[in-house]
């Protein structure tokens, strides 16, 4: 079993039950129907004690931020990189009349447990089993849940007022960030600011089946990933390397001197990367070089466990 603490940010999302269902409401709670308008999955469709993981689109379907929203009895708790009063500040712009309201949860920390026998080690010591994306408050303020996206493999967020729990994850277990990174890397797990960035659909990042609901009606850059998704297969995939000559994040890969793919991320080993190339380029084992190095492509980064 290993398990790391994160730098994550959370934020409580809340308001009260409209008395009537007004024109353009999509949920009778003013909350959900803000989350729902603005991410990217289906916010209205979760019962209390389930989550999903959500982007935060631009118009053009480009990526500002991401978040897993955990619903708890009738609010949300927002788990994000971002700057938690950032994240506030826009949301309260965007909000506009609606009435709901946002708490930073600056006191909150987070564990993710993930590996082998992280399953054993949450019931022996939790008393509890967990579905993949179910979510159980053990007692007030610490919350437990297993999440099959943040690796892609069998894992559990521990977040809330934890300290007391921290001796009870073994010394030994514990990961560095450089180690969660390579970890990460090697899973062909697309991050925020990384692979989901800026002049790329998030389609690309072969997120569609954990991150986006296509059947959930409008949000902020809908119309943007439905005209990718409806072309077909995209042009660009993201694609895992192994690194065989000195290659850094940002490096184009070439082809007869034209650039037909972007790293993205590279592990702190040096050893393999993450990047976008050319459907029409690719080859898999094949060697490519790039700016400043080589590369060879090891698989095609696509899917993830829906909810």
């Known amino acids: 079993m290993k398990w790391i603490k994160l730098k994550r940010n959370k934020i409580r999302v809340y308001g009260k039950p409209a008395k ?12 959900t129907h803000f989350l729902h308008g603005l991410l990217t999955n289906d916010i209205k469709s979760l019962k209390p004690y389930t989550f999903n993981y959500n982007l935060w689109l631009k118009q053009n379907g480009n990526p500002i931020a991401d978040f897993f929203v955990y619903k ?3 609010y949300y708790i927002l788990d994000t990189e971002e700057d938690a009063d950032f994240v506030i500040n826009e949301f309260t712009r965007l909000k506009l009349s609606l009435k709901v309201y946002f708490d930073n949860l600056n006191l909150y920390e987070h564990v993710f447990i993930y590996g082998e026998g992280a399953e054993a080690f949450v019931k022996e010591k ?13 007692k ?26 921290f001796k009870e994850l073994p010394e030994e277990g514990q990961v560095s960030e450089d180690e969660f990174e390579e ?9 925020i600011h990384k692979e989901l960035r800026e002049g790329f659909s998030p389609l690309e990042a072969g997120v569609l089946s954990y991150a986006i609901s296509l059947n959930k009606g409008c949000y902020v850059g809908q119309e943007a990933i439905a005209r ?4 077909g297969r995209t042009p660009r995939t993201l694609v895992k390397f192994e690194i065989l000559e000195g290659v850094k994040e940002g490096n184009k890969i ?3 001197g034209k650039a037909i793919g972007l790293i993205t991320s590279v592990s702190p080993s040096g050893n ?3 990047g976008y190339m050319l459907r029409a380029k690719l080859e898999l084992e094949k060697e490519y070089r790039t700016e400043e190095g080589r590369v060879k492509v090891l698989e095609v980064c696509e899917g993830g466990k829906a909810q």
């Open 20 to 31: 009537i269902l007004m024109k353009g409401l999509t949920a009778p709670e003013e909350h």
């Open 72 to 74: 708890i009895k009738d």
């Open 126 to 138: 939790f008393g509890i089993e967990l579905k993949d994306y179910e979510v159980k408050e053990i």
């Open 140 to 165: 007030e303020d610490v919350f437990i849940a297993k999440n099959p996206v943040r690796l892609k493999e069998t894992g559990f967020d521990l977040f809330g007022n934890i300290e007391e729990f």
């Open 183 to 191: 970890e990460r890397i090697k899973n062909c797990v697309p991050r």
């Open 228 to 231: 990718v998704y409806f072309r």
């Open 254 to 256: 070439l082809e007869d």
């Open 272 to 274: 393999t990367a993450l």
